[in-house]
């Protein structure tokens, strides 16, 4: 464990929460969070892996939500992953997401969760042509009614 990490699960088992830390970086940030999750894990702190899940859920952004996506799926963060498929289900994220280039990294360290994203991002796709199928509908069906009213009319 690194000297920051252990400082802070002191912090956390002498006042139930973590210390203000300010990451340098995002790698620094991720080994924090991971030594952090391995501990809770470790000891059964739950307390504690809900503190650094909810931390994390607090930092998902274009270049942190494949890194966060497979510690979720590695310590098992159902939070954190739910949040991460949900940023990565916006159409808006989803292209810069895949423009970092991370999938590929994603798909060696957590193949599973490659599926996941895919899932998602279809999920996503098919819950939009839904509502628009139905926004269709709805006009259409109004056109006809606008129709059937000026014909008898």
């Keep these: 464990m690194h000297p920051e990490s252990f400082e802070a ?9 973590l210390p203000e830390m300010t990451m340098n970086s995002l790698k620094e940030g991720a080994v924090l969070a991971e030594d952090l999750l391995v501990a809770a894990g470790r000891y059964n702190l739950k307390d504690l892996k809900s503190l650094t899940e909810d931390k994390l859920c607090s930092h998902v952004g274009v270049s942190t939500v494949l890194l966060m996506l497979a ?12 949040m991460c498929l949900g940023f990565i289900g916006s159409r808006a994220n989803v292209w810069a997401i895949m423009a970092t280039n991370d999938i590929e990294n994603l798909a060696r360290s957590s193949p599973s969760s490659v599926k996941d994203v895919i899932m ?5 796709r098919m819950a939009r042509s839904m509502r628009l199928i139905k926004a269709c509908f709805f006009i259409f069906c109004f ?8 014909c008898y009319s």
């Design 9 to 17: 699960l002191l912090h956390f088992m002498y006042t139930d929460s």
């Design 71 to 82: 510690m979720a799926e590695q310590y098992q963060c159902c939070k954190l992953k739910k």
């Design 120 to 124: 998602e991002i279809l999920d996503t």
């Design 143 to 150: 056109q006809m009614l606008l129709l059937v009213l000026i």
